[in-house]
């Protein structure tokens, strides 16, 4: 009898880590989502400020002509 409920001891307590890395890895990768979207955010800031520098930056050289 002692078998048994060792080897269900030991079953459960396997499970229970499990489950704690389970919730650990999730809120890391809500985390890493958060920061992946912010750096989406300051890419597409970026691309718009360099988008509008060259419009003005051609309508600059196109008036030198």
Do not use: K, N, T
Not at 2 to 27: S, T
Not at 30 to 40: I, K, N
Not at 46 to 62: P, T
């Amino acid at each position: 009898m002692l078998w048994p409920m060792l080897a269900i001891v030991l079953g459960f307590l396997g499970v229970a880590v499990l489950a704690v890395l389970a919730v650990r890895v999730f809120v890391e990768v809500r985390r890493l989502s958060g920061q992946v979207a912010e750096a989406s955010r300051r890419i597409a800031d970026a691309s718009g400020e360099l988008e509008r520098a060259s419009v003005d930056l051609a309508r600059a050289g196109g008036g030198a002509h």
